[in-house]
């Protein structure tokens, strides 16, 4: 079964900066999808980013362009998430998602209900 853990979630205040990592075990990690979502209380989970680790295609959703970088180390099943210029809007629960045999050329979907794995979640706190 694939399994996804989060961890690197903490509280900083604006402009700080934390990494997120995803260690994914259970299944071959080259052609996936996998993404960072987050929800914040009251809210519908949202994509952040997403990336194929066949090809190393990205998206960004809007709001975090230029402050947050998606990256994978498929030797390590590892899955990042590097956020910068943080604000107190950013805060949320990020989940890590995975989806295996991903064949496009083009980005992943962005859809929440693409993803069929998800870890427990990390607590991303700002304050402004």
């Known amino acids: 079964q694939v399994q996804l853990v989060e961890s690197g979630g903490g509280s900083v205040q604006a402009g700080g900066s934390l990494r997120l990592s995803c260690t994914a075990s259970?299944?071959?990690?080259?052609?996936?999808?996998m993404g960072w979502f987050r929800q914040a209380p009251g809210k519908e989970r949202e994509v952040v980013a997403t990336?194929?680790?066949?090809?190393?295609?990205?998206y960004y959703t809007d709001s975090v362009k230029g402050r947050f970088t998606i990256s994978r180390d498929n030797a390590k099943n590892t899955l990042y998430l590097q956020m910068d210029s943080l604000k107190p809007e950013d805060t949320a629960m990020y989940y890590c998602?995975?989806?295996?045999?991903?064949?496009?050329?083009?980005?992943?979907?962005?859809?929440?209900?693409?993803?069929?794995?998800w870890g427990q979640g990390t607590q991303v706190t700002v304050s402004s």
């Open positions: 990336i194929y680790t066949g090809g190393g295609t990205t």
């Open positions: 259970g299944y071959t990690y080259n052609n996936n999808c």
């Open positions: 998602a995975a989806r295996t045999g991903y064949e496009g050329r083009w980005a992943c979907p962005i859809e929440r209900t693409y993803f069929l794995y």
